[in-house]
């Protein structure tokens, strides 16, 4: 997704392809990025607070779900797989172990 552009769908995003910053990616449901993502991820645009965010690393400027949100200064960079969810009107950014 190129600087600038914006991505929206009512349901769940699957993101194959770099996100430059200033980009976002707007989704009713999950975000699934498998790629670099330095932009804007807004999961549960329409008030899910189920919704929840799946990446490869979290280098994004700024993440939401359900129009609660994070800036990259309020978390650490993470690498390695990551989930984000929301949990007691809190963000909850946890990493991803697989057995």
């Known amino acids: ?3 600038g552009q914006s991505v929206y769908h009512p ?10 910053e200033s980009s976002e ?6 975000i699934h990025c498998y790629a670099p993502a330095h932009g804007r991820l807004l999961a549960g645009v329409r008030g899910n ?3 929840k965010i799946f990446c490869l690393s979290l ?3 700024l993440i939401s779900i359900a129009g609660l949100f994070q800036t990259h200064e309020q978390y650490k960079k993470m690498s390695g797989p990551i989930q984000i969810s929301l949990a007691h ?4 950014i946890s990493e991803l172990h697989y057995d």
């Open 1 to 3: 997704v190129r600087a």
């Open 11 to 20: 349901g769940d995003i699957i993101v194959m392809a770099p996100c430059h």
């Open 25 to 30: 990616i707007l989704a009713g449901g999950n």
């Open 49 to 51: 607070k189920e919704a």
């Open 59 to 61: 280098s994004a400027q």
């Open 89 to 92: 009107n809190t963000l909850k």
